[in-house]
């Protein structure tokens, strides 16, 4: 059994624990840090029927990105973390781009090509929301949501 573990399931007593980890003997997993672009907004041709390709909808889509961006801080390094102008600017050229008829299309669009440009992410979350969908009852969005992890 590892000293993380032992520390995590309680196999040390407390004042052990509290030893272990002021010596540094024992290293805490790196926490990830995370920042989220919420609602960035957009009317675009994308649809499953062809009047919505026609006359557009409107979109939200939201993306949380995770990584090690405090290293960033000290440069003022926008290669080191989370670049949000480049990932709206990808986001808008998918947006923008070529009709769709599946909301999950656009999705996995925007998020394979973020994880392509940007390698500082760990994690990312992509959230692509049409608000208003052509359903009975009336909704106020129907969206998907996707993960990619390094």
């Known amino acids: 059994m590892t000293e993380l573990s032992a520390l995590l399931f309680g196999y040390h007593s ?4 509290y030893d272990l980890l002021r010596s540094n003997q024992l290293q805490m997993p790196s926490l990830l840090d995370r920042i989220r672009l919420n609602s960035l907004s957009f009317r675009a041709p994308h649809g499953y029927y062809e009047s919505e390709r ?3 909808n409107d979109f939200e889509v939201d993306l949380e990105a995770s990584g090690h961006f405090r290293g960033s801080v000290n440069e003022d390094d926008l290669k ?4 949000y102008e480049k990932a709206t600017a990808i986001t808008a050229e998918v947006m923008n781009g070529p009709s769709e008829k599946l909301i999950e299309t656009l999705c996995l669009q925007i998020g394979e090509r973020l994880m392509e440009a940007m390698p500082t992410l760990n994690h990312l979350n992509v959230t692509v929301r049409k608000l208003n969908p052509p359903v009975n009852p009336p909704a106020a969005s129907a969206e998907v949501i996707m993960e990619w992890k390094r």
């Open 80 to 83: 080191a973390t989370f670049d």
């Open 14 to 17: 407390g004042k052990a624990n």
């Open 54 to 56: 026609e006359k557009g």
